[in-house]
Nanobody
Framework: QVQLMESGGGLVQPGGSLRLSCAAS????????MAWHRRAPGKQLELVAS?????????DYADSVKGRFTISRDDAKNTMYLQMTGLKPEDTAVYYC????????????WGQGTQVTVSS
């Protein structure tokens, strides 16, 4: 069982920055992939960014955040980050950390979410 704890959310003005953290209970180097998702009020869950384990550490981003958000991971700290810059009101959402482990079956684990509000 993997436990995830997000932190770093809050209220920020448009154009501001925030860094979200996702601390995992296990060794993140054993995870197949990690990702950030968000759910805005009245909208469906959206994949924001993902990072693949291994030496390549391939990342991917939603078009809406490319060039503004950066996903990264620190295996020594078992923590994943989402650096958000140039925040817009439409980035307001609850952000969730997600871990994917592929083996005989696929297992997904989720954090409890952290609120990000972009408003003046």
């Amino acid at each position: 069982q993997v436990q995830l704890m997000e932190s770093g959310g809050g209220l920020v003005q448009p154009g501001g920055s925030l860094r979200l953290s996702c601390a995992a209970s296990g060794s993140i180097s054993s995870f197949t992939a990690m990702a950030w998702h968000r759910r805005a009020p009245g909208k469906q869950l959206e994949l924001v960014a993902s990072v693949i384990s291994g030496t390549t550490g391939t990342t991917d981003y939603a078009d809406s955040v490319k060039g503004r958000f950066t996903i990264s991971r620190d295996d020594a700290k078992n923590t994943m980050y989402l650096q958000m810059t140039g925040l817009k009101p439409e980035d307001t959402a609850v952000y969730y950390c997600n871990v994917i482990i592929l083996g005989y079956t696929r297992r997904d684990y989720w954090g409890q979410g952290t609120q990000v509000t972009v408003s003046s």
